[in-house]
């Protein structure tokens, strides 16, 4: 099966809980369609080169996914009907460049995920105001 | 036997014309000379270098890359301004 990638920019002014929805929608839709999402990237929000429909910033994912030759086509449509999506882009991939982390993600600073941000140790408690 | 070309000989006559180049660094494909076989439409940052001031995309004449990889960089600038990444015009 041929695999393909696919960004989609998400709208900036849903909660984190829509956007979690947004993307669950479709991955569970790659995978309805017998097919797999190999990565997904989530480059978070970034300010767009040009406003789109008003908004000025986007949050971006990338899908890699591999699947039907049919199914781009279902999911660009999926995608123009979606308000919540601003923009989309699906291209097949044509190198294993594609396949490994995108520039975006490479330029990123080390995800602090091993070394996770210090509790807030609670500063010792501001002596009681004297009376 | 191929023609031999007069390798030596006169050439004062456009002295002038020729030192005016003399020094001119001889452009070259940056593609090629990395070996870069995809040009991807997310890396930001390489677009730009090749998308200055205006966001115009950089003449082949200019830029000195191939006609191969230019024709591959102008699919990758025009992706990428499908999706924001890169401005299709300043302002």
Redesign the interface.
């Known amino acids: 099966m041929p695999k393909y990638e696919s960004?989609f920019?998400g709208d900036p002014t849903l909660t984190d809980d829509e956007l979690e929805k947004l993307v669950k929608s479709y991955e569970s839709l790659v995978s309805d369609s017998k097919g797999k999402i190999l990565n997904l990237e989530r480059w978070g929000r970034r300010r767009?080169?040009?406003p789109?429909g008003g908004r000025e910033e986007?949050i971006?994912f990338?899908m890699l996914i591999e699947c039907d030759a049919s199914f781009p086509r279902e999911l660009e449509r999926r995608y123009r009907i979606n308000d919540r999506i601003?923009?989309?882009?699906t291209?097949r991939v044509?190198?294993e460049?594609?396949l490994g982390p995108?520039?975006?993600m490479k330029?990123r600073p080390p995800e602090r995920e091993e070394t996770p941000v210090p509790a807030p140790t609670q500063p010792p408690a501001p002596p009681a105001p004297s009376a | 036997m191929p023609r031999k070309r007069p390798t030596s000989g006169p050439r004062g006559r456009k002295k002038g014309f020729k030192r005016k180049f003399l020094f001119r660094k001889k452009k070259f494909c940056k593609f090629c000379d990395e070996k870069i076989?995809?040009i991807?439409?997310?890396?930001?940052?390489?677009l730009q270098a090749f998308t200055p001031e205006r966001s115009k995309i950089f003449p082949r004449r200019i830029s000195g890359t191939c006609s191969r990889h230019q024709r591959k960089l102008m699919v990758a600038i025009k992706?990428a301004?499908?999706?924001?990444?890169?401005?299709?015009t300043a302002d």
């Open positions: 960004i920019i767009l080169a040009y789109i986007g971006y990338l601003l923009r989309h882009l291209v044509e190198n460049a594609q995108s520039p975006i330029a | 076989k995809y991807d439409y997310k890396d930001v940052r390489l992706r301004r499908t999706i924001a990444l890169i401005p299709f």
